[in-house]
């Protein structure tokens, strides 16, 4: 600590690395190691060893900014064209790289193992996962919205290289990515010109001075465009298309990563730039013409319904991957929605939303990965039964599912509840009618993802299946266990958050280690989780004690209305899981949704056949560059020359 | 008690026929078995009977034969029609009826099953009823109910006391 | 007639045998009020496995009103306590009959309903049904009769309520203990390739229901088919292709 | 801390024996209706004694005893939360929504014990029953959404005491009457009485998820019913009816909910799961949209 | 251990799988199984599994004597036992030229419509108990045993009457027999707008009985749909009209027809059934006691009776269809064939499987039992 403040003391003066600059360095450092050494088998631990001790680096950055620092600097700076690009990590900033070195420490130490080597390129994986990581880094430290500018591009194109590395489909999903990717970042960037225009500097104060100084039409030209780049990342919900078969076609660890972190980029962008740099008041001072709703209401509806129909759509999934991707994005929408509150208790239970998810989301895709690693697939209707094979690995879905589903005793509650406590108190009654009837959906859904794999008729080719080794066992039980336990003491969380929401501005939530005690309701986790555990215990004793000794029987001793079962009769009840509900919801799903559905990606592939036949002609690497070199003079030269 | 004049009209079409009035709303028909298809097509198609009330199959043992007697009856009509074929007990095969009435296919497999007679192009010929039977064709009449119980089954042994006493005095069931 | 017929032995005496904590003044009185409770709640499998089915609505329904009484239907057999083999049953219905009858949870009671299930009754001379329903399940009591009234149906329900309420109704018990006798008889009738999916003897030792009885020569063929569960499968069906999946 | 041990004792106990009552009153109300005597007073308990005193339990597996831990876990802590006259429990720890979600934790756990016995009329159960509980869910939270707003806390104790402030006149079913409609017609579809039984459907699915339940494992259900019918009609009671006063009059109203559901039942056949999910999006949740909206003009 | 007839479906698509349904399942009517093959909860394939009540009645009826048999007949189809009784004995009758007295034929005409009112009494039940809708299972039924009373005082049985007899019946009526059968006539109709109420016009019934299982014209006609299902398709073919046996020309009653051909209108068919046997009756209870004479026409020694040579197809119209027996005389005192002709036999195998493919679980109960396939039938 004491070295900390001292270097804080000698900052203006000696140019020594910042924290943020160790991380940088050791993230750079690790990434070109990787291209280098990555076909040896010590790579991933050694990955794993390092995004370790870039833990234990944010933790003492955390410490620091919890201290009350407002940010922690990077002594790297560049001059381009006039311009003055910075880098400084602040709470938000911190929040988020946290969770992305830690989903990163998961997945590569669960890449390290049996996994990794059934890989084919798994070095490379782990070069591109360290370049991802230290693309977001940048990202999330950027100083000004050039910075800004530069680290989102970077995150895309990281990301791109990962996702191409599944192969086939995967490079075709990938591809519609980079298509949405970059039509997001011609937003962000005229936006980014918008403000540059105005007000000749590119900081982030420019950008508060330059919403005070615009007509209410720039304001919302900016507002529209800021909204729509950035939430093209986080599938926002027009924008949503790309991301379910982008991260699902992604091998497994990487994957994992990716859904726990990497859309949550967007929404960083989002918080930052809409919440902390415009404010939620000036938000919701846009009115919009002729309606009662506002800027923040109308965002907060987009929030809404990115989270019931991306949801809907899950429930119709025949694939464990694209469920849960699926399901990615309708949390997204209620990280969106908590944080565009504004009461201290939205944002705090948006901010820890994004914590709680990135716990479960890796530890269910890992889980899932590891199904597909010993079963060979991770189609819902050709599975089933596994949990007398496999019960580590149920243990973790099923944590995993109690947490995406939102109930107790997992964290996934805890947030939610903040999230529908804050609309309540908010008067926001029919978007928390939405919530519930998101988090039903998903309660259907991720009962179906569990079911068919893990509950009902072991299939005959799975009779002989072993539980997945510990190195993957390991990784996404300890997630599950952060889940759990931040569940149960969720005031471990809310310090994590603080963090955040100091830097974003705004009251703070008062909490202790239970949960948060208001005038209208409150909630202690400790009593909830401990009581619940203590009943549970209960209703062991009251099952062991009372009655005689249990006797397990084989499968097929089974009410088959009266006839006898065998290995041959397939009776797994799987697909078209719910019935009477696709026969409800079906005709919209079918309709209205399938078809927008099928003319934007229509529109999205002839632009990506374009985009590959243009690419096809010559040296793709040296397009790429050109495109990024050109907008680079684009943006500093208009600076100079009008 | 006479036949409809266009039913005798139709039946006399048919070659080596005999028609029997059996009562005032059946007729009997016998002819060969390979007239049998044409004359339920031409009823149907003429007469309408389209209704297949059964096909019965009687074993004559004496003659080696089996009977197929096949009732239709026609809903314009009102008469019924039974048409009664021979076929020979070996090999015990006739062709199957279904296309003209797709009520044929419960009794062919229903006879199929019941007395071993095999029908040309039946839909489905599979076991129904005696899925669990390892033997012969139980309605033939050369298998023998009682025999076959006497042989598979116990029974319970009892003698109530008022039974002893009739023994007793030499009576009793025996 | 009944030169021809063969004699056969008596059954054994049915009766309980003694836990070693029954001695107990504790288990002694628990176990007493567990019958007590049992006699007077009885779940009726709801199978129709003959004609006589057509007298059960009747003495469910309002008229006679089972549920009085605490007897009601059940739909499977794992919850079910009576088995009612409500008249004849021909030797495909006694497959499921014995199915059935294996797994639905001890005490269980068997009622025979009818004389077809005593000695063949009117279908005497079928070679489709089975003539003596006790030789292939423990039966506790029989209703004589064609078809028995709803009032006889209460009767013996009543009747089979004292008996457990006295403890006396264990043909379950038998079940364990001469499971090798009745699986015999099973084996003569459909043939050695019977087996069922409940594993009777494994049931017995785990609940110490073992006997000398139990195992025999007619279990001995079921070990040839101890793994059935697996991959039992009949050579006409084909082996399923290698997942043609591609691996991610 | 003396209290506190106390409530976690007597509440759940307390719920068990009136849902005993309740059970028993479903079983007569119905035996009434058909025109016969109906089962004995104790039959419920014989019934449960029954069930646990079987001499053999199967088991499908550890899932399979889990859940059954789950079921009865999460129906006792429900009760913890839950105040009644006298007891409020831990209310003060967990609100109203808490509630809502621990009430699922049992429905999860069955869901997944029923899911392990790998029989397809289960899991069509269980497929059934958490379409209806989507189906009656909606109308049921915009039902509990509009009250918390009027009432403006989702502390169940602060919610009892500003309804007994202004005596009858005060209760939910009096201020919001829409609310205390559409809310009655779900929970009348939370307790699975027909027309809404779509899960247990012996005719169709063979009893649906209690296929493969027996020995103790069905009394468990059993026991699980008794919570089931007690919590619903106290929540309903808490949040439209005014809570408890006094024992005597908060049983009442907790029977008078029942017994509108098992008295309208027994003359309604069941809906097909599609027809039961369009029915409850259309009048209940009509009804309590439009109850919310009055109650948000205010 | 796979079930006897099971073959395995070769390479299974993954997202099908398999039910069984029955024969221990209460959505079956009696002792018979279904194994569907389906699709989430929509019936790709349905196979009937008969056989499990089957009792070779065909072949021992040939080892009994012809008067014997009278008691084995009813116990074909047990819900409703009279036509079979009627059916078998005129059979007899047509072999053995016997005539039926006027009283006697009145008789058998009054039990045949008791009889249908019974099995409609008890197929509303279990109809209305498919959909949970027990309530009109138990008055039902209730409603039925009284029948079962009267029954019970004519012929001394409930169920299985061995009553009617080649060549007349066993015993006249008793006294004042009429009187209570009016009485009882009299509480049915009072209770007929109570199951209207209750199961006939009730919404959750009509939504889900209309729709399912349909029949065309065409359809019926050419599967061998017999009896009310046939007159649910708006066929006006009755056999009571058409191929009229007893006194059925002297009576006056309407063929109660319903369009749509679904599970509704053949329930509405089995109700409009109901009331014309209930004017069929009033019509007897009007017109017996005017009707004098023997009930039996005089038979040889039982035990030593020959039929002569022949052969005969008797039909009658019971509460399922056509029931049909066909019967050969080779001159001897027992059967040398009989055939039994069940209408389920149709209705439970053929025409069951083709209804169910695009059905949905919950439709299957309700088609069965709206066929009113009574298996027994089937398996004979």
């Not at chain 1, 955390?62 to 311009?83: H, K, N, Q, T, Y």
């Not at chain 2, 899925?131 to 029974?155: C, I």
């Not at chain 3, 504790?26 to 057509?54: E, Q």
């Not at chain 5, 022949?310 to 059967?335: L, M």
């Amino acid at each position: 600590m004491s070295l900390l403040l001292r270097r804080r003391f000698f900052w203006e003066e000696i140019d020594l690395m910042s924290l943020l600059d160790i991380l940088l360095l050791v993230a750079a450092l690790l990434a070109s190691g990787l291209f280098v050494l990555g076909r040896g088998s010590f790579a991933g631990w050694l990955a794993t060893v390092v995004y370790g001790l870039m833990l234990a680096v944010l933790a003492i950055a955390g410490l620091a900014l919890d201290s009350g620092v407002a940010f922690i600097p990077s002594a790297m700076s560049f001059e381009i064209l006039g311009r003055n690009l910075g880098w400084r990590l602040d709470g938000l900033g911190w929040f988020f790289a946290l969770l992305t070195v830690g989903a990163a420490f998961f997945a590569s130490w669960y890449g390290s193992g049996e996994w990794g080597r059934k890989q084919k390129r798994m070095g490379l994986q782990h070069a591109l996962l360290a370049l991802n990581v230290l693309a977001m880094l940048l990202l999330l430290s950027s100083g000004d919205l050039l910075s800004l500018f530069i680290g989102w591009e970077l995150v895309s194109w990281a990301a791109f290289a990962i996702m191409t590395q599944g192969g086939g489909p995967a490079v075709a999903a990938a591809y519609r990515y980079m298509i949405y990717a970059l039509a997001g970042a011609m937003a962000v960037f005229a936006a980014i010109m918008l403000v540059q225009n105005v007000t000749g500097g590119l900081g982030f104060a420019d950008l508060q001075t330059a919403i005070s100084a615009m007509s209410t039409a720039q304001v919302w030209v900016l507002f529209i465009l800021f909204a729509a780049g950035f939430g093209v990342k986080m599938a926002l919900m027009p924008f949503h298309l790309w991301q379910a078969p982008a991260y699902s076609e992604t091998p497994g660890a990487s994957s994992a990563f990716l859904n726990a972190v990497s859309a949550r980029m967007g929404l960083f962008a989002l918080i930052l730039v809409l919440v902390k740099l415009t404010g939620l008041e000036a938000l919701g001072s846009l009115a919009i013409p002729f309606t009662f709703m506002s800027a923040k209401s109308a965002l907060m509806w987009v929030a809404a319904i990115t989270m019931v129909v991306p949801t809907f759509i899950a429930l119709m999934q025949t694939d464990a991957r694209m469920l849960l991707t699926w399901h990615g994005i309708g949390q997204g929408g209620y990280m969106l929605l908590g944080v565009l509150v504004g009461t201290s208790l939205g944002t705090a239970g948006g901010l820890m939303h994004v914590f709680n998810y990135a716990t479960y989301q890796a530890a269910l895709f890992l889980a899932v990965t590891a199904v597909i690693h010993r079963a060979g697939t991770s189609d819902l209707d050709e599975l089933g039964g596994l949990i007398t094979r496999m019960p580590w690995t149920y243990v973790t879905l099923l944590m995993g599912i109690i947490g995406l589903a939102g109930l107790p005793p997992m964290n996934g509650f805890v947030s939610k509840w903040m999230i529908y406590k804050s609309l309540l108190d908010g008067g926001q009654p029919l978007l928390l009618i939405m919530a519930f009837a998101a988090t039903l959906g998903t309660i259907l859904s991720v009962y179906k993802l569990i079911h068919n794999i893990f509950l009902g008729q072991l299939r005959r080719e799975h009779q002989h299946l072993k539980e997945a080794p510990v190195s993957m066992v390991l990784p996404m039980l300890i997630l599950a266990g952060i889940g759990f336990v931040t569940g149960f003491m969720p005031g471990l969380a809310l310090n994590i958050t603080d963090i955040a929401q100091r830097a974003i501005g705004g009251d703070m939530l008062p909490h202790h280690l239970g949960g948060v005690t208001l005038a209208t309701g409150s909630l202690n986790m400790l009593w909830v989780v401990g009581v619940l555990i203590g009943a549970i215990g209960a209703g062991a004793l009251i099952f062991y004690l009372l009655g005689n000794r249990r006797y397990e029987v084989h499968q097929f001793d089974n009410y088959a209305g009266g006839h006898f079962l065998s290995a041959d009769i397939r009776y797994h009840f799987s697909h078209e899981f719910y019935p009477g509900l696709a026969r409800v919801i079906g005709p919209w799903y079918r309709g209205s949704i399938v078809r927008a559905e099928q003319g934007i990606g229509i529109l999205v592939n002839v632009a990506g056949d374009l985009w590959q036949a243009v690419f096809r002609v010559a040296y793709t690497p040296l397009y790429m560059l050109l495109v990024v070199v050109l907008g680079l003079v684009f943006t500093g030269s208009w600076g100079i020359v009008p | 008690m006479s036949i409809p004049a266009k039913l005798n009209d139709v039946l006399h079409e048919m070659p080596g026929i005999k028609v029997r009035m059996m009562n005032e709303r059946r007729v009997r028909v016998d002819l060969s078995p390979d007239t049998l298809p044409a004359l339920l097509e031409i009823l149907k198609g003429r007469l309408g009977y389209c209704h297949l009330s059964a096909i019965s199959c009687v074993d004559w043992v004496q003659t080696d034969q089996f009977e197929l007697v096949y009732h239709v009856w026609s809903h314009m009509l009102k008469t019924m029609v039974s048409a009664h074929i021979f076929i020979s007990r070996q090999p015990g095969q006739f062709i199957s009826v279904y296309d003209i009435h797709a009520p044929a296919g419960f009794f062919e497999r229903d006879i199929h099953e019941m007395f071993g007679v095999h029908f040309e192009g039946a839909p489905n010929l599979n076991k129904f009823i005696l899925t669990s039977w390892g033997g012969p064709p139980p309605m033939l009449k050369s298998f023998n109910t009682r025999e076959y119980v006497e042989k598979t089954f116990d029974w319970v042994q009892y003698s109530p006391d008022w039974l002893k006493d009739i023994e007793a005095k030499g009576g009793g069931i025996d | 007639m009944s030169d021809k017929l063969p004699v056969i032995e008596d059954q054994p005496e049915i009766c309980r045998s003694v836990d070693a904590g029954e001695r107990s003044v504790w288990t002694r009185v628990m176990n007493r009020f567990a019958d007590h409770c049992r006699a007077r709640s009885l779940f009726v499998l709801h199978y129709c496995t003959g004609c006589g089915a057509i007298e059960l609505p009747p003495t469910i329904t309002s008229r006679f009103d089972m549920e009085r009484v605490g007897v009601s239907p059940m739909v499977t057999p794992r919850q079910a306590d009576i088995l009612l083999i409500t008249g004849y049953l021909s030797i495909k219905t006694l497959k499921r009959v014995i199915l059935s009858y294996e797994q639905m949870q001890s005490p269980k009671y068997v009622i025979g309903f009818g004389s077809c299930t005593i000695n063949g009754g009117m279908y005497w001379n079928s070679y489709a049904t089975v003539k003596r329903l006790d030789q292939y399940i423990p039966a506790d009591l029989f209703i004589a009769g064609c078809m028995p009234r709803p009032e006889a149906v209460q009767q013996v329900l009543l009747k089979l309520m004292e008996d457990i309420d006295a403890g006396k109704a264990n043909g379950w018990q038998d079940y364990y203990n001469n499971y090798d006798r009745y699986l015999g008889n099973q084996q003569a009738l459909f043939g050695e390739s019977w087996h069922t999916p409940t594993d009777v003897i494994a049931e017995a030792k785990h609940y110490g229901y073992l006997a000398d009885g139990t195992m025999g020569r007619h279990t001995d063929l079921l070990l040839k088919r101890a793994d059935y569960a697996l991959d039992r499968v009949p050579e006409d069906y084909p082996e399923r292709g290698k997942n043609e999946r591609r691996l991610p | 801390m003396m209290s506190y041990v106390a409530d976690f004792i007597f509440m759940p106990l307390i719920a068990f024996v009136t849902g005993l009552g309740l059970v028993l009153m479903a079983r007569r109300v119905r035996a009434k209706i058909e025109r016969r005597v109906g089962p004995p007073v104790l039959q419920p308990i014989y019934d449960i004694v029954k069930l646990y005193a079987k001499k053999t339990q199967i088991s499908h597996g550890i899932m399979h005893d889990l859940s059954i831990m789950m079921l009865l876990g999460g129906f006792i802590t429900a009760e913890i939360f839950l105040p009644v006259p006298g007891f409020d429990g831990l209310a003060g720890e967990g609100d109203l929504i808490t509630l809502i979600y621990i009430m699922m934790v049992p429905m999860l756990g069955l869901a997944l014990g029923v899911g392990s016995c790998a029989n397809p009329n289960g899991s069509i159960g269980i497929s059934r029953a958490l379409t209806a509980m989507l189906a009656y869910d909606i109308p049921f939270i915009i039902a509990v959404t509009g009250a918390c707003m009027a009432y403006g806390t989702t502390n169940l104790i602060e919610i009892v005491q500003i309804q007994q402030a202004g005596g009858p006149a005060s209760w939910g079913a009096a201020t919001m009457p829409l609310l205390a409609f559409g809310g009655l017609l779900a929970v009348h579809g939370m307790m699975g009485k027909e027309p809404f039984e779509i899960y247990i459907a012996p005719a169709e699915i063979a009893t649906g998820p209690m296929v493969e339940m027996s020995g103790k494992y069905m009394g468990a259900l059993f026991i699980m019913q008794c919570f089931q019918l007690y919590t619903i009609g106290v929540i309903y009671t808490t949040l439209f009816l005014g809570g408890g006063e006094n024992w005597p009059f908060f049983l009442a109203k907790v029977f008078a909910v029942v017994f509108i559901s098992v008295a309208v039942t027994n003359v309604y056949g069941r809906f097909k799961t599609d027809t039961m999910i369009r029915w409850m999006w259309k009048w209940p949740t009509g009804i309590a949209l439009a109850g919310l909206a009055l109650v948000m003009a205010n | 251990m796979r079930p006897e007839n099971y073959r395995p479906v070769k390479h299974p698509p993954s997202h099908e799988y398999e039910l069984y349904f029955g024969p221990n399942h209460p959505g079956i009517e009696g002792n018979y199984a279904i194994r569907v093959r389906l699709k989430g909860d929509v019936i790709i394939e349905a196979i009937a599994d008969g056989g499990y009540l089957h009792r070779g009645f065909e072949k021992i009826m040939e080892e009994r004597l012809w008067i014997q048999n009278v008691a084995l007949v009813p116990r074909i189809c047990v819900p409703d036992p009279v036509p079979m009784e009627e059916t078998y004995s005129r059979a007899v009758e047509m072999i053995g030229g016997l005539e039926v007295p006027v009283r006697a034929q009145w008789i058998r005409v009054m039990l045949l419509e008791m009889s249908r009112i019974c099995a409609h009494l008890f197929t509303f039940g279990g109809n209305a108990a498919t959909i949970g809708l027990y309530t009109n299972m138990f008055w039902g039924v209730t409603m039925r045993d009284y029948f079962l009373d009267l029954f019970e005082e004519v012929t001394g049985a409930r169920i299985y009457h061995m009553f009617i007899t080649p060549g007349g019946v066993r015993r006249d009526l008793p006294e004042g027999f009429l009187g209570r059968l009016g009485n009882l006539l009299d509480e049915l109709e009072r209770r007929m707008p109570e199951f209207e109420d209750l199961f006939f016009e009730s919404a959750v019934v009509i939504n889900r009985a209309s729709g399912i299982g349909i029949i065309s014209q065409e359809q019926a006609l050419s599967w061998g749909v017999t009896g009310p299902n046939l007159r649910a398709c708006d066929l006006p073919i009755d056999l009571r009209r058409d191929d009229p046996y007893l006194v059925y020309p002297e009576l006056e009653f309407d063929v109660v027809t319903v369009e749509g051909g679904d599970a509704l209108a053949r329930m509405m068919a089995r109700r409009g059934e109901v009331i014309q046997s209930i004017r069929i009756l009033r019509q007897i209870i009007a017109r017996l006691p005017s009707i004098g004479g023997a009930i039996r026409s005089p038979l040889p020694n039982p035990l030593a009776w020959n039929l002569p040579v022949g052969e005969a197809y008797a039909r009658t119209e019971s509460s399922k269809g056509e029931t049909a027996f066909y019967i050969v005389s080779d001159g001897g005192p027992r059967p040398y064939r009989v055939h039994v002709r069940g209408p389920s036999s149709m209705h439970a195998v053929q025409v069951l499987e083709k209804l169910l493919i695009g059905a949905r679980i919950e439709d299957i109960a309700q088609i069965m039992f709206s066929l009113d396939a009574c298996p027994p039938e089937v398996d004979r």
